[in-house]
């Protein structure tokens, strides 16, 4: 009787290429998408009797969107490590209040509240699909 074997390999450098081209795929479907979340009038936030002004001088109502400048919303970047994980961040130079729009912060004596902009888009964001999208796009070679 003939026994029959079979090997299977795979070429490792071809294989993260492929990771890091599909991650860079998603950050580019996610990341219109997150920074427009800035914009949507979703944000609830009443300070202690005092009116809330934008740099504009607009008084702003509730709900709001978390735009004032916009400097927040364009910091985003992202950028792929080990070629498996995507990472979105957002702040650095003169935009060093990310954390407290995010996470809230005490103000004018009351709490104000965090303003999360990502669990909305990550919730909603069909992430396997889009991935065995991207992935089945880089199958040929």
Known sequence: MAR????????YKKLQQRYTAVLTDVAED???QLKLQFEK???????PNFETRR???EVVTEPRNIVDTGALRDSQKWSIRK???LL???GGGFVNYA???F???PYAGANGPGRDWVTPVLNAYPLGQRVATFWKKYAGG
Do not use: H, Q
């Open 30 to 32: 996610l990341s219109p």
């Open 55 to 57: 740099k504009n001088g």
């Open 4 to 11: 029959i074997r079979t090997k299977v390999t795979w070429d």
């Open 83 to 85: 070629a498996t994980t």
């Open 103 to 105: 996470f809230g912060v």
């Open 88 to 90: 979105f961040s957002w």
């Open 41 to 47: 009038e979703v944000y609830a936030w009443k300070g």
């Open 99 to 101: 954390g407290a729009v």
